[in-house]
């Protein structure tokens, strides 16, 4: 149990070392911050701070960073609830209020703001479709030569996928092959679809159109962009810029790890809020100076996509909380009215 001087001394400390990146000493606490203490008083406690673990001292200098739990204690007890920067406020006022943009649009550009506003890397990733199952698929005439296919799942999810018709392909030939991906694929998981694709399948809709290889690859690319849980990175050289990252091993176990996605699923899994992960433990690989910071929104009543900021383990926590907590209940509310604007 600290006290109210060694949790002042400590928050102090790394509000410093957050914004300066440089070993703080009993000096500079007493100098700069004019801390009520006298400089012996102030020593003793980095020194308790130390033995408790909440301080480390680096080999080049006499002052104290935070360690790992130091940065742990800030996060659980220390920050507060503050309103979000004005200006970045507006920006995703803007963006929020845009009524021509897609859910998954607004989304992405939210990350590509946050990443530019805090200088950090930012991440999405979209809901988790492998485990639906395919209730129907449909064709929808355009014009003479284009038709789009639908596909619904049994939740009610859809993912359509125009085809351009040329003129040794009628759109009957089409339809027809649309009624048999229907009739032989209903009832599969879509994470499975694609390998129940068989000869059977290809023998039916050779019946209907001499280049049914061609139908087949769009089909399955559509398939695709529905069970993959996309991942959308913005600013990935923010965080390489950071002076923490000061060699090229950090900077390529990083990168490796960015683009990794099962690694960013398997973390953003069953949160709820704000969730700081300091240090990210990959497998065999320890990357020590990273932090992640993840919070959820709704995509629809069922589904949650996760946002996440990648930052050096020196971030501003405060700021980027606050920050993440704002964007995902805008997100979640306008996820809210268009369901509903799609529902009237």
């Known amino acids: 149990m600290l ?22 000493g009993s000096k500079t606490l007493k100098v700069t911050y004019k801390l009520p203490y ?3 008083t102030i020593r003793n406690e980095m020194a308790y701070l130390e033995e408790a673990g909440l301080l480390e001292k680096t080999h080049t200098s006499s002052g104290r960073i935070p360690s790992n739990e130091g940065y742990r204690y800030y996060v659980d007890y220390l920050i507060e609830e503050e309103d979000v920067d004005e200006l970045f406020k507006s920006k995703l006022e803007d963006l929020f209020h845009n009524k021509k943009l897609e859910l998954e649009d607004v989304v992405k550009e939210a990350c590509n703001i946050i990443a530019s506003m805090t200088n950090y890397t930012s991440i999405a990733l979209g809901a ?8 129907k698929i449909e064709l929808l005439p355009v014009s003479n030569n284009s038709v789009v296919v639908v596909i619904v799942t049994q939740s009610g999810k859809a993912e359509s996928k125009i085809f351009n018709v040329n003129s040794q392909v009628d759109i009957k030939a ?24 068989n000869d059977n ?3 039916e809709l050779s019946l209907y159109i001499e280049d049914y290889e061609n139908f087949l690859d769009t089909f399955v690319n559509a398939f695709k962009k529905f069970t993959n849980e996309e991942v959308y990175i913005s600013g990935k050289n923010n965080i390489i810029n950071q002076p923490d990252f000061d060699n090229i091993d950090k900077i390529r176990l990083l990168i490796n790890a960015m683009e990794d996605h099962d690694f960013f699923e398997t973390l953003a899994k069953n949160i709820e809020g704000p969730s700081v992960t300091i240090g990210m433990d990959k497998g065999s690989i320890y990357l020590e100076d990273v932090t992640v910071v993840t919070t959820n929104y709704q995509v629809n009543e069922e589904d949650k996509g996760v946002i996440a900021i990648v930052g050096p383990k020196r971030m501003d926590y405060e700021k980027v909380i ?4 704002y964007v995902a209940q805008e997100i979640s509310q306008l996820s809210l009215e268009q369901r509903g604007e799609k529902d009237e």
Not at 128 to 135: G, H, I, P, S
């Open 3 to 24: 006290t109210s001087r060694q949790i002042n001394i400590l928050k102090v400390i790394i509000d410093d070392y957050i914004a300066k990146a440089v070993p703080v």
């Open 38 to 40: 006298s400089t012996a």
């Open 128 to 135: 988790d479709n492998k485990e639906e199952v395919l209730a």
């Open 322 to 325: 606050n920050l993440l907590d």
């Open 174 to 197: 089409i339809s027809n092959c649309v009624k048999v991906m229907d009739k032989m694929l209903v009832g599969t998981r879509l994470s499975e679809v694609i390998y129940s694709i």
């Open 201 to 203: 399948v290809k023998k």
